[in-house]
């Protein structure tokens, strides 16, 4: 399942609002890809990537903080999007950062973390696979769903409490997104892709 070099992987949180509990999610989600020892994470935080909320035309400079950011994405071999769901679909902020690039995304495997109160994130994930179908990537079967995410503490204070469940959810996604990662790029290298 491994290839001869680490996968390079960007961790995207997706939610930018006070409070959010996005970077929960991604700590654990981390900390379980840091278990691979075949995995070079990239942590992207949307609070924090700067980019602005109105796209510039074609003829137009792009601003640092997307060039930036567009640098990160090129470099990844895959990517795991870690999104809440608002409202049945994922928030703007990450629709901002998807619609800013487009060959950064290309051939590439993406899998989503989403999780909710109620919702368990799997509204955001379903309504993600024709977005980033439009931009040939390629999102993968399995996703990460996780409902009543704020509710999942254990009694030491740990997030989230021991689930074989969940746990078994993990590998199998970080299984296939590796397994995609390392046959995408392997067919990049050998013939560049065409859009």
């Known amino acids: ?26 700590d654990w989600f981390a900390g379980r890809m840091g278990r691979r020892r075949v995995v070079d994470l990239d942590r992207i935080d949307l609070a924090t990537a700067a980019l602005p909320d109105r796209l510039t035309d074609h003829d137009e400079p ?11 994405l090129a470099a990844a071999d895959a990517f795991v999007l870690v999104t809440p769901e608002y409202n049945r679909s994922f928030p703007a902020a990450v629709k901002n950062a998807v619609d800013w690039f487009d060959a950064e995304w290309a051939a590439k495997p993406v899998t989503v973390v989403g999780y909710g109160g109620d919702a368990d994130g799997g509204h955001a994930a379903a309504q993600l696979r024709p977005v980033f179908g439009e931009l040939n990537a390629v999102l993968i079967r399995r996703t990460v769903t996780i409902t009543k995410a704020w509710q999942r503490y254990a009694s030491d204070g740990s997030w989230p409490r021991r689930d074989p469940e969940l746990d078994e959810a993990v590998d199998g996604v970080l299984d296939q997104l590796l397994w995609w990662a390392n046959a995408l790029r392997e067919a990049r290298a050998k013939t560049p892709f065409v859009r």
């Open 1 to 26: 399942m491994t290839g001869p070099h680490p996968v390079r992987v960007a961790l995207i949180v997706g939610s930018t609002r006070t409070g959010r509990f996005g970077p929960t999610v991604a």
């Open 62 to 72: 792009v601003p640092p903080a997307v060039r930036e950011l567009g640098e990160r």
